[in-house]
């Protein structure tokens, strides 16, 4: 079965930094897309980071560039966010999700579409 396991979620004032990780099993690793969507309370679903196993490439939306880097370790089959200068509209419920079989799809487009597997939430709070 495919789990991804989220985890790094918390409370930190506006400023501050928090890492989250997303462990990954049941699909191959070195050939995926893994990253992060968010929602936030009264907001529709948004797509923050993403990473390619396979070369690295990564996606950001606009939202993140600059203050969350995105990175992978396939060895360990896990993924982290480094999310530095947190800020209250940050606040949202962030899920780990990945597309298997990725290719040389490029990333951009890639993220368009619906993940094929998805882990439960981990609650990020940034207070002002």
């Known amino acids: 079965d495919v789990q991804l396991q989220a985890s790094g979620g918390g409370s930190v004032p506006a400023g501050g930094s928090l890492r989250l990780s997303c462990a990954a099993s049941?699909?191959?690793?070195?050939?995926?897309?893994i990253g992060w969507f968010r929602r936030a309370p009264g907001k529709d679903r948004e797509r923050v980071a993403y990473?390619?196993?396979?070369?690295?490439?990564?996606y950001y939306a606009d939202s993140a560039k600059g203050r969350f880097t995105i990175s992978s370790d396939n060895a360990k089959r896990t993924m982290y966010l480094q999310m530095n200068n947190l800020k209250p509209e940050d606040t949202a419920i962030y899920y780990c999700?990945?597309?298997?079989?990725?290719?040389?799809?490029?990333?951009?487009?890639?993220?368009?579409?619906?993940?094929?597997?998805w882990g439960q939430g981990t609650q990020v709070t940034v207070s002002s």
């Open positions: 999700a990945a597309y298997g079989l990725v290719g040389a799809t490029p990333l951009p487009s890639l993220v368009s579409g619906e993940p094929d597997w």
């Open positions: 990473i390619s196993s396979l070369n690295g490439l990564t």
């Open positions: 049941g699909f191959t690793f070195d050939d995926c897309a």
